[in-house]
């Protein structure tokens, strides 16, 4: 049986850089362009067989984490890997999260990632 897991936060933070209301350049602790263009490789884009075999040889998922608390999901991250995102591979291991259902985003999100940077906006 596998261990099951709670996240420990379920709701958006204010400053969410996938909140259509968040211009990035406000994120505390100041912004990086070239952190959040890394932050691509966190997004699912390479086909479902690829992203289960990347399950089952147990290789690390990339996370985005909160900018607020880096021990955390992003939550809009999570919403949108979980829904339009199709990230399966997230999908698989989230069947084991106690709180999913506490999930939490807050206004009108971002269709994609690339609308989450600044020159997109």
């Not at 399950?55 to 608390?69: D, F, G, S, T, W």
Request: charged content about 25%; proline content about 6%.
């Amino acid at each position: 049986m596998k261990k099951t897991f709670k996240l420990k936060r379920t709701v958006q933070c204010a400053l969410c850089p996938w909140r259509m209301s968040t211009d990035p350049n406000t994120i505390p602790n100041g912004y990086s362009p070239e952190k959040h263009e890394n932050l691509k490789r966190t997004v699912a884009s390479s086909g479902a067989l690829e992203q289960v075999l990347e399950h089952l040889n147990k290789k690390p998922l990339r996370v985005m984490a909160c900018h607020e608390n880096h021990e955390a999901h992003c939550i809009g991250w999570l919403h949108h890997q979980l829904g339009d995102g199709n990230n399966i591979r997230l999908r698989i291991d989230m069947m084991n999260c106690e709180n999913l259902e506490e999930l939490e985003i807050v206004g009108p999100q971002h269709a994609t990632f690339e609308d989450t940077l600044p020159e997109n906006k």
